[in-house]
């Protein structure tokens, strides 16, 4: 079973930054790929950045491209994700996500299979 921890939420202007931090409790968390998500009122899931197991390789949804960086520390079984030039619209619940030893970057919700409790993120105006 693999347990995923946030932290790292909170309230921030417009403009801010904020870190987002997931620690894993599973053995094998350097062979599995992490993901960010994020779910506003009435919206669905959506993906917001991916890592791949060795975090050489990420991805990004549109809209945070440039200000977002998803990044991994496997000897401490973490994985972070760094919110720069934060706008209003980013305003959500975000959960850490955990693939099923699923090594490349994975993008579809239906890729991973645990996930954290997720953490409130509010931009304000």
């Known amino acids: 079973q693999v347990q995923l921890v946030e932290s790292g939420g909170g309230l921030v202007q417009a403009g801010g930054s904020l870190r987002l931090s997931c620690v894993a409790s599973?053995?094998?968390?350097?062979?599995?790929?992490m993901g960010w998500f994020r779910q506003a009122p009435g919206k669905e899931r959506e993906f917001v950045a991916g890592?791949?197991?060795?975090?050489?390789?990420?991805r990004y949804t549109d809209s945070v491209k440039g200000r977002f960086t998803i990044s991994r520390d496997n000897a401490k079984n973490m994985v972070y994700l760094q919110m720069n030039a934060l706008k209003p619209e980013d305003t959500a619940v975000y959960y850490c996500?955990?693939?099923?030893?699923?090594?490349?970057?994975?993008?579809?919700?239906?890729?991973?299979?645990?996930w954290g409790q997720g953490t409130q993120v509010t931009v304000s105006s």
């Open positions: 996500a955990a693939t099923s030893l699923y090594t490349g970057v994975a993008v579809p919700t239906t890729s991973y299979a645990y």
């Open positions: 599973v053995r094998t968390f350097g062979s599995r790929a």
């Open positions: 890592v791949s197991s060795s975090g050489d390789s990420t």
